[in-house]
Nanobody, 122 residues
Framework: QVQLVESGGGLVQPGGSLRLSCAASGSFLRINVMGWYRQAPGQERELVAR???????NYGESVKGRSTISRDYAKNTVSLQMDSLKPEDTAVYYC????????????????WGQGTQVTVSS
């Protein structure tokens, strides 16, 4: 099994900053991709940012220029720095990982964290 544990959510004022972290643990060979998604009430889950094994990054349009994703490959962690936060950034943020397991070398499985609430409000 693979566990993803998020931390760093909370209440922040508009224009403020927040840093989310996610740590992966369990029995796996490799994590191919780690990233963050978010879901606001009544909306679909959307990509915030993701980073591959090769260090390639993708950002959602709504956070481009305001967010930076980083990954510690040795510690199996991923962090998301979010700046200039807006009320519309309010959502539950989920960590996601695409993982290769010892029992299935040619397949990657996706795992999700439990989510952490980010609220941007004055």
């Amino acid at each position: 099994q693979v566990q993803l544990v998020e931390s760093g959510g909370g209440l922040v004022q508009p224009g403020g900053s927040l840093r989310l972290s996610c740590a992966a643990s369990g029995s796996f060979l490799r994590i191919n991709v780690m990233g963050w998604y978010r879901q606001a009430p009544g909306q679909e889950r959307e990509l915030v940012a993701r980073v591959t094994n090769a260090g390639l990054t993708n950002y959602g349009e709504s956070v481009k220029g305001r967010s930076t994703i980083s990954r510690d490959y040795a510690k199996n962690t991923v962090s998301l720095q979010m700046d200039s936060l807006k009320p519309e950034d309010t959502a539950v943020y989920y960590c996601r990982a695409e993982v290769v397991l010892p029992t299935a070398l040619f397949t990657s499985f996706q795992y999700w964290g439990q989510g952490t609430q980010v609220t941007v409000s004055s």
